[in-house]
């Protein structure tokens, strides 16, 4: 059974930092590009940031510089970190995982991240 679970959301200040952890489990981690998503109130779901099975990253224009994305293959685990958080990074953030060259990809449930004073 393949599970995306992620964690570390919550509310934080602007300005503040934030790491979202995503543990998988029951598929062959290494090789997958794993993603991070998310989706603002009234907003459609959005690509944040991807790396993939060889540490290749990419970014939204609007969270380069202050994001960063990683993963570590022997936790199966992808993490996103987030910096200098602005309110129009509140919503709920979603980890995703693909196999490449298949139609294979697999959600998590999402944790909400809350940016506000």
């Known amino acids: 059974q393949v599970q995306l679970v992620e964690s570390g959301g919550g509310l934080v200040q602007p300005g503040g930092s934030l790491r979202l952890s995503c543990a998988a489990s029951g598929i062959a981690f290494s090789v997958y590009t794993m993603d991070w998503y998310r989706q603002g109130p009234g907003k459609q779901r959005e690509l944040v940031a991807a790396?993939?099975?060889?540490?290749?990253?990419n970014y939204a224009d609007s969270v380069k510089g202050r994001f960063t994305i990683s993963r570590d293959n022997a936790k199966n685990t992808v993490y996103l970190q987030m910096n200098s958080l602005k309110p129009e990074d509140t919503a709920v953030y979603y980890c995703h995982g693909t196999k490449p060259w298949s139609i294979n990809n697999y959600w998590g449930r999402g944790t909400q991240v809350t940016v506000s004073s």
């Open positions: 790396i993939s099975s060889s540490g290749n990253s």
